[in-house]
């Protein structure tokens, strides 16, 4: 099945100023962000990418745009179910300010029982993420063969709930990962099982196209010893 590279948009105004910012409007890449966005094509040179998909939100088209700038070949396809986890009354709130709310601990400690006030629980957030992800699987398989890779640009904690799902992790274990604004996490996904081949990387992504050699050819099994990594 399909590679997915998940893509955490770069870092926005709302990262600088310590702010949830959820689904709030206006929030887009800061500087720093625009500079991480600027480097994505240099990243993913020579990885032939068969679709790209983007959280509807600002901060996540902004990321991809260097990239289709770079690949005019790229249709960018956008789907409401890798967006942002709808924080409901806490979105646009200072991190430092919630962290004193009773909810936060559940948050951190319980996330699968987290159900944000006027908003949506942790749990959905991460299904949805999922049945996407499933979805898109099917269709760049379907279009483009096994071997294809495609990119998916969401948000951090959507991402993690997606490792978390890969890895068979419980959901309220994910906040023990992390991912780095414009940080790449790459899952091969196959008939049996996934496999995490990225996580959080903030480098060079070319040693994620298909290589030959057998340990790219949609088995399920892995590679005992651990394979021999990028040529």
Partial sequence: MATLILVRHGRSTA???????????????????????????ARLAG???????????????????????ARPELVLRTDE????????????????????????????????????????????????????????NARVDAAHGEDA????????DVIKALVADALGMHLDLFQRIHVEPCSAT????????????????????GSLAPRGGGERDGSADAVVGGGAGAP
């Fill in 15 to 41: 990262n600088t100023a310590g702010v949830l910012a959820g689904r709030t409007p206006g929030v887009h890449l800061d500087e720093r962000g625009a500079a991480q966005a600027a480097g994505l094509p």
């Fill in 47 to 69: 990885v032939p990418l068969a679709a790209v998909v983007s959280s509807p939100l600002e901060r996540c088209a902004q990321t991809l745009q260097p990239l289709l700038d």
């Fill in 186 to 205: 790459a899952i091969r996904y196959t008939r049996t099982r996934p496999f995490l081949l990225r996580l959080g990387d903030t480098g060079e992504l």
């Fill in 149 to 156: 890779l495609y990119v998916m640009c969401s948000h951090g």
């Fill in 81 to 136: 179910r890798i967006g942002e986890c709808d924080y409901g009354d806490w979105s646009g709130r200072k991190l430092g300010e919630l962290a004193g709310e009773p909810l936060m601990e559940v948050v951190q400690q319980h996330p699968s029982a987290a159900v944000f006030p006027g908003g949506e629980s942790m749990r959905a957030m991460q299904a949805r993420a999922v049945d996407a992800v499933r979805d898109w």
